[in-house]
Every structure is written in structure tokens, then in C-alpha cells.
């Protein structure tokens, strides 16, 4: 409708191409009124002074300034740092861009980044990641650690559970006290009758904490026992659960916060805490649950050989009970490729729940589904991991950075 009105408004006489030459040139976006709120929301969480994105990106001084960058980032999909797939499933405080955005920005920076007109500018507010409502229990290690391993040191710290009656973990969030030599973390529940056993460990070894590999007291079968309360690897937040539901934390119980420290220069120390969300009132059912095949623990079936590109694994489970996968995170090293977390129905249907087409070790969120997905008896959880190995070693399973791992990691409630 809008060409034939154009057309409407032109001479007759006049020549297609002299049609096309009266058409007046779109105009560019400029920064006041299409690109400051773009940056603004998807970026400026983290590229503000003093953030973890390395250079604040706040006026339009400082985004002209790594125009050329942000070109690079933006076009190739790097940045924003939001690695699910559009078409798996939809998930909270998605902060990517639209089509439409990156053009936008693409667009204005080819344009040679005009300002505009300053009464022209949209309110907008940074995507901020998920906190705590509240913090009702603050656990710490007990002292600074300087890593001693090279270049893998993984380290437990043992905490007292504080309440005397059962308590309910209705959030958690995981602060690295040093993110230059934390790869990642994950506070275990210890049951009370196995509480002794952890306290052992701990005395037995004359530094802070005790050498721990695998699982918190340092073999497979311990998994079996124990249990997660949460996780944090790069580009983690806040975990909540969801309303009326909590992890139940019994009387007695122990928390056993296992570091993973990758030394690559100086180590320098580290004292990284744990902030809880508390209700002491019964509340329903809530866990944290790794998945991952149990044989790869073990050393075998996960081999990724020397010089290979697009090795895949994958493990399946059959689930024996209802439940609700509230939120997905996939897990990699260093030579991740791509990463998938899928269910198949029993009637052959297929939900994906997490599809990471292009992994970034760097960036290992949690995706909070928008509808929670409902898992029947029957149904199969399946994960799915693909590597390149550049290297001349073969590679497996294995705690080390150099190693390579495939875990998919859900916050799970009641079925409904």
C-alpha cells in the first residue's frame, strides 16, 4: 500500500529509474532514539564502570569508541552473551537481540553513528541477572585459599548448617571471591549420618578444606549420597525456586563447598561465599539435579581422540516418575562445541529444552523455561555434547580444564 501510494504522487512521464531516484533514502538509525536503548538494556548490566565487561559502554563517547568492536561482536552473535537457540524454547530475561536489533545497530555504525535529536530518546533500563530476594544465611570459606595445583586444584570446604529443625534453600547465589582462578563451584548437601565422614576429611588434611576430586569426598560413589544445592561456573546467577517449593536441608546436615581453581599465571587467593534464601516452614519439593551417564565418571565412553573435529556423545535417561524441569544449564570445557538438552515422549514427540549451537566456556548460565516441562514416566532426558580436540592427546572425562566433561544441570519441582 505504501509503493502504489508513492507511485500515485509521481509524474507519469516520468522513468522507473527517475522513480526510484525521487524515492528519499530511509533514514539511518541514530543514537538517541533507536541504539541507546538497545545497548542500554542488553548490555549495559554488564559493560557499566567497574563490570565485569571490561569497559563501560554507557555514552555515546564510549560506544563510538569500540564501534568496531561491538560491529564485530554483534554481527557474529558473541555478544550479547546469550547462547540458546531462538527455536528451542522460550525462557525469563531472555536479554538477546532481535534481527531487527542487530541491524539496527550494524546499520548505525555503517551510517557513521549519528546522534540525533536528544528529545527523541527512549527510556531504558539494564537487563539485570537474577538475585536473591533475600539472604537469610551467608556461608563463606573460612579463610582466603591461594590454589596450590597446576593448573587444577580442586578444593572442599566444609560448612556448618546452622538451624536446628529442617529449613527449606528457597535460593541460592554462588559470589567467587576471585573469578581469575575459579572455574567453577558447587555447595553439596551432606546428609547428618554422613556428616562425620566430611568432618574427617577435613581434619585429616592441616590446610583449609582437603584435596577433592569428582564428587565432594574425592570418589563416584560419594554422588550417591550426597547432594547439590546449586552450581556457579562463568556467566552463572542467582537460582530461585519456584514459589511454595525448596530444597529441603535437614537438621545436621553439612554444606561442602567444592572449588575447581585453573591456575594459568599468577594464582593469587580466593575466598568465595554463598548466600542462601531460608524458609523454615515445610514447602514443596524442589532439587538440583546433575545429568550426565554415569559410565564417563568412570573413564569410559566419552573418548574424544587426537586431531578430531564433531565428536558427539550422548546419554539418555528414562525417567520413572513425574516431575517439572523448571530451568536447564549445559556444562563443557574448553573444547566444546555445541551442547543439547532435549526430552523424548513417549509417543515419539520431542520438547528441546536447551540447544547451544555454538558453546562459549565463558559463558555458562542457567535458562529459566517460561512454561516449566512437564516429565511422565517414560519420557527420556536426553544430552547431548560435540567437541574438536586440536590436540595430539586423546581426551576423556576428566576434573581438569584440559579434560573435557557433558553434564546437563535442571532445577527441578513437583508435577503439577
Known amino acids: 500500500m505504501i509503493w502504489f501510494t ?20 530511509p533514514s539511518p538509525p541514530t543514537w538517541h532514539a ?36 561491538i560491529y564485530a561482536a554483534v554481527e557474529s552473535g558473541s555478544m550479547p552473551p546469550w547462547l540458546a537457540s531462538d527455536g528451542c524454547n522460550t525462557y525469563e530475561q531472555d536479554f538477546s537481540l532481535s534481527e531487527a536489533e542487530v541491524q539496527a545497530v550494524l546499520d548505525w555504525i555503517d551510517a557513521d553513528m549519528p ?26 570459606m573460612p579463610a ?20 536446628e529443625e529442617d529449613a527449606w534453600v528457597t535460593g541460592y547465589a554462588i559470589t567467587p571471591g576471585n573469578l581469575a582462578v575459579v572455574h567453577h563451584a558447587i555447595p553439596f548437601l551432606i546428609p547428618p549420618e554422613d556428616a562425620a565422614t566430611y568432618r574427617a576429611l577435613d581434619a585429616e588434611d592441616p590446610a583449609d578444606g582437603y584435596s577433592c576430586y569428582g564428587s565432594p569426598g574425592g570418589g563416584v560413589t560419594a554422588l550417591t549420597s550426597s ?3 546449586g552450581a556457579w561456573a562463568p556467566g552463572s546467577g542467582a537460582a530461585v525456586t519456584p514459589e511454595g517449593t525448596g530444597i ?13 581453581y585453573y591456575i594459568d599465571a599468577s594464582p593469587g587467593s580466593d575466598q568465595s561465599s554463598l548466600d542462601l534464601q531460608i524458609e523454615t516452614e515445610p514447602q514443596g519439593w524442589a532439587d538440583v539435579q546433575p545429568w550426565t551417564n554415569p559410565a564417563w565418571l568412570a573413564g569410559a565412553g566419552m573418548e574424544i581422540p587426537a586431531n578430531s573435529t564433531g565428536v558427539t556423545h550422548t546419554f539418555q535417561y528414562t525417567a520413572e516418575a513425574s516431575f517439572a524441569i523448571e530451568s536447564a544449564l549445559l556444562h563443557q570445557h574448553t573444547l566444546g562445541t555445541s551442547g543439547r538438552l532435549s526430552v523424548i515422549h513417549e509417543d515419539g514427540s520431542e520438547s528441546c529444552l536447551l540447544d547451544i549451537p555454538r558453546w562459549d566456556f565463558n559463558w555458562q548460565r542457567a535458562y529459566q523455561l517460561v512454561e516449566p516441562q512437564i516429565i511422565a514416566p517414560g519420557d527420556v532426558i536426553t544430552l547431548e555434547c560435540t567437541w574438536d580436540n586440536p590436540t595430539d592427546q586423546d581426551i576423556a572425562w576428566g576434573d581438569g580444564t584440559g579434560d573435557e566433561m557433558c553434564l546437563g544441570v535442571t532445577m527441578l519441582s513437583e508435577a503439577p
Open 6 to 25: 508513492a507511485l500515485a504522487c509521481v509524474n507519469s512521464e516520468e522513468t522507473p529509474a527517475e522513480v526510484d531516484s525521487a524515492m528519499p533514502d
Open 115 to 140: 546522534e540525533g535529536d536528544p528529545a527523541e530518546a527512549v527510556a531504558a533500563e539494564p537487563w539485570q541477572a537474577p538475585s536473591l530476594e533475600r539472604v537469610d544465611l551467608s556461608l563463606q
Open 248 to 260: 529441603q536441608v535437614k537438621t545436621g546436615s553439612l554444606v561442602v563447598l567444592q572449588m575447581h
Open 34 to 69: 533507536d541504539v541507546a536503548p538497545i545497548i542500554t538494556t542488553s548490555c549495559g548490566s554488564c559493560h557499566t564502570e567497574g563490570g565485569i565487561g571490561g569497559m563501560a559502554l554507557t555514552t555515546l563517547a564510549e560506544v563510538t569508541a569500540w564501534s568496531q568492536a
Open 227 to 229: 547432594r547439590w544445592l
Open 144 to 163: 582466603p585459599y591461594t590454589p596450590v595445583g597446576e593448573p587444577d586444584d580442586y578444593r572442599c570446604f566444609v560448612m556448618e548448617w546452622p538451624y
